[in-house]
């Protein structure tokens, strides 16, 4: 992100200039007290502000006036607030988009010298010392913290956390409270429904262990990125945690330049009854891209891999979430309808890896059985590429590490009526198990790498 703004410190000068538009009576006068508090409490103060992942608070004046010409640069670049997503077919719940006027506003206001203006300004929001989705059903703490040196190279590690529970219970939300946040870049969280995982023993002498199966924790709970805001799920619906489940966390850390001791505590919050309907994850590709060919020559400028699902039920989709390294660039999932019709349920444009996210739904979403859903994935293995890690660009197959590539996107969705829901997750399952064969037929060395793996 500094390397883009760097380039863009150009405009930056430009918007510092002598106010000449400000001259011009069509342009409102803007001040701070006016009309820029207002669009930066709501938008950018929950993260910038102390003890939060941003690197400057953005709760007074002062703080907006120091730093008027860097956010004039990223809101113009839609670089900030981070929201990748294009608008699409459905409308996203708690949106972070700014609107073409209000780039406008703050574009202008550093245009006119950045003026407070008269009057009282608008009051700074209040954060409460609590959680951001209220008191949580459960509070737990990884028992040991976690020691981060200053520099290195990204760290992934499992840490796995006893719950204690002894009924089943359904997860609404889950919110974490990282105590190094800026190391912590994003976390994938797991159920162990065997309660085993805690007992593994620490790789090293920090706790927890490598490895991307967490331990062999099976159940996917979702996950949590950086500049991601916690949710719950919508509607009532939640994932169902057995009791005796270990908590597995997988975390992803990012050195910061200074040492760092990570002790997360985690709010788990539960529905109070069963949903009546069951969330399944629709990935497109598979795996990841695990079983797609995933291998982009260097100086690779544009290679996609695509694939397709038709609905076997009827469903309502309740979101999408985006995942690759580094090195993608854009990525779209459209849904077509039975009628022919097209829908957009994600399209980015500008894929940043800092920025991974969960797309919700306003409202949900039916597809009707016989929609194809089509995703496209695309990548940008050339120097042109300022998020690519390898100067020159190196090849670059399908991996864990975030240097090596994957890619997916995940429809998060519910059958219709609930009866559907094993027939469409053996559906799910057999379009990945015949991808895998296909693969593992036509490249057999994929078999080691898949066992590998697995025996991690
Ligand atoms: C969801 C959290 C979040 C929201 C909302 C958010 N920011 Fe940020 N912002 C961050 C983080 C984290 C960074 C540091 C990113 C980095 O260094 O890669 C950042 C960095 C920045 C930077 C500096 C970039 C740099 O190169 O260091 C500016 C300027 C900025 N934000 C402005 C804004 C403005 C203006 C808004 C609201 C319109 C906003 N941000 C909303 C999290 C957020």
Known sequence: MRYFLAALAGLTCFFAMPPVRAQNAARPAVTFNGQVATILYRNCSTCHRPGEAAPFSLLSYRDAATHGAMIATAVSARIMPPWRAQPASYAYRDERRLTDSEIALLRDWVAQGMPEGTGKPPEAPQFPSGWRLGEPDLVVEMPEPYHLKADGPDIYRNIALQLGLTEDKWITAIEMRPSARSAVHHVLYFADPNGRVHLKTSEGSEPGFSGMRAGGATVPLGGWAVGAQPQFFPEGLALRLPQGSDLVIQYHFHPTGKPEIEKSVIGLHFAKQPPSRSLISIQLPPV?????????????????????????????????????????????????????????????NDWN??????????????????????????????????????????RVAWGEQSKDEMGALTLIAVPHVQTDYRALQRDVMAKRTAMAQQRIFADPSLLRKISELLAQ
Request: charged residues 20%; without cysteine.
């Open 288 to 348: 990841y891209s695990l079983f797609s060919g995933l291998d982009i020559p260097a100086g690779d400028r544009d290679f996609v891999i695509r694939d397709s699902y038709t609905l076997p039920v009827d469903i309502d989709a309740a979101g999408v979430s985006a995942h690759a390294h580094y090195l993608a660039s854009k990525m779209k999932l459209t849904a077509t309808l039975p009628g022919g019709e097209v829908k957009t349920l994600l399209a980015i």
């Open 353 to 394: 890896f800092n920025w991974q996210d969960q797309y919700y739904f306003r409202d949900l979403a039916a597809l009707p059985r016989g929609t194809r859903l089509d995703a496209e994935i695309h990548w940008n293995n050339s120097a042109e590429n300022p998020n690519n890690p390898s100067n020159p660009p190196v």
